[in-house]
């Protein structure tokens, strides 16, 4: 069965979002009842990034991560098939303050990998990313992202939880993944293309989740694409 990606449908750009399960690649994007992410922590990382897509007449939300002064990094099933975007850096999702456009969307041809670049620089620091990566079962990192909290309260902005890794695992476009467990919180529909980070660097971006729908279980799987096997790519397109 094909694991759901965990992008979200929006209103309108820079408004109150909900949550919306999307398409495998291919589709078009379709609004579902709420879902929540519960446990974890409020954040504050300006790098972390909010994107609001259009596709198709509609919108949709992923979250994404500054790696150059001009580049995003997030998930291919959020850049492929978009037509515009915008970036905003507040990590409020009520008063997100104003976005950036994105003028150029790339997708990698090695699993579920997007680029984003920005018409002028967002002035944020930009992310470091792991050159190389194997999944260690055991180890442990940070994910975020933004979204709807439990109970139905919306979310007032970014969220981050610890997870502990399981193993090697496929994305949504069967690229290499990295399979992770949440410890106090999981990822969930709107957390597409937020990072995985360990050591303090970015190891993977989120593609999948392991059911359709986690509900209110903290300690759901997902799975993150393994930015091994794109950094070469990245590094010719962005220059990172």
Known sequence: MTRPTLRLAAAAAGTTMAFALAPTAGASPTVDKPEYIVGGSQASNPSVVQLVFTQDGGQYGCTGEVIA????????????????????????????????????LVNSPYGDVGLVHLAKPVGVNPMPMANSYTAQRGQTGVISGYGLRANSRQSTGLFKANVTVL?????????????????????????????????????????????????????????YSNITGHRAWIRQTAGV
């Open 69 to 104: 002064a001009q580049w995003v990094l997030t998930a291919r099933h959020c850049t492929e098939g978009s037509s515009r975007m915008k970036v905003y850096t507040s990590n409020s999702t009520t008063n997100p303050g104003t976005p950036v456009s994105g003028d150029r």
């Open 167 to 223: 193993g090697s695992s496929t994305d949504a476009y069967r690229g290499r993944a990295i399979h992770v467990q949440g410890i106090d919180g999981a990822s969930n529909h709107g957390d597409s293309g937020g990072p995985l980070v360990i050591n303090g660097q970015i190891v993977g971006v989120c593609s999948t989740g392991d059911t359709a729908d986690p509900g209110s279980n903290i300690h759901a799987g997902s799975n």
